[in-house]
């Protein structure tokens, strides 16, 4: 079940205020002075930007995609490639980026294309680990469009890894989650050549 954050306007002044707060001790406590020219705004800087970068927390994928439902009209697959995304991962707070392919065969309607990316935005603006992220993406659009399969391929570099702990700058992370026709090898072979790619097997 999509959990979602409903926040008043003057709720979220009040949780970017706190933030900031926090924010000042944080840079207290690592040594260097949160009062000095260059660091004096940074802590309401930074809860702002936090705020949008975890904005899809206040978002329901499902309301993105029932605001944009069309009628049929006829398409074996439906493929939006390419969908840049910038996530936090949830075990160090580090950010993890990069491109969401999703892949749906309809069958009583379509839905927005712009939409598509919008879903992907909603679950990626929140802490994650790039497993779920695939997964929230593939059984939202699942549950909300009638189609008879839906498939979504992520591939992700996470500065967790290169900034931090190994630091392998060329790893590249892969995950795909699918549903329906999706499941048989010859529908998921021909999404995998649609954009590009020999296979995620």
Not at 28 to 43: H, I, M, V, Y
Not at 93 to 107: A, E
Not at 183 to 194: A, D, I, P, T
Request: proline share 2%; charged share 25%.
């Amino acid at each position: 079940m999509e959990e979602q954050v409903v926040m008043s306007p003057e709720e979220q002044q009040r949780v970017c205020k706190e933030l900031a707060e926090h924010y000042r001790a944080i840079i207290s406590l690592l040594g260097d002075d949160p009062n000095r020219e260059g660091l004096l705004k940074t802590p309401e800087r930074a809860a702002k930007a936090m705020m949008k970068l975890t904005k899809g927390y206040r978002q329901s994928a499902s309301d993105v995609i029932s605001s944009a439902i069309f009628e049929h009209t006829g398409s074996r697959i439906v493929i939006v490639r390419d969908i840049e995304f910038y996530s936090f991962c949830e075990h160090h707070l580090l950010p993890f980026f990069g491109k969401v392919h999703v892949g749906y065969i309809p069958s009583k309607g379509i839905v927005g294309l712009s939409k598509v990316a919008r879903v992907v935005d909603v679950f990626a603006r929140r802490f994650q680990v790039q497993e779920r992220l695939t997964a929230q993406i593939c059984h939202s659009l699942a549950e909300a469009l009638s189609t008879e399969g839906v498939i979504v391929m992520v591939e992700a570099r996470h500065l967790c890894m290169q900034m931090r702990g190994v630091e392998k700058q060329g790893a590249v992370t892969v995950t795909y989650d699918c549903t329906g026709k999706f499941e048989q090898e010859e529908w998921r072979r021909e999404f995998y050549s649609l954009i590009g790619k020999n296979s995620c097997e």
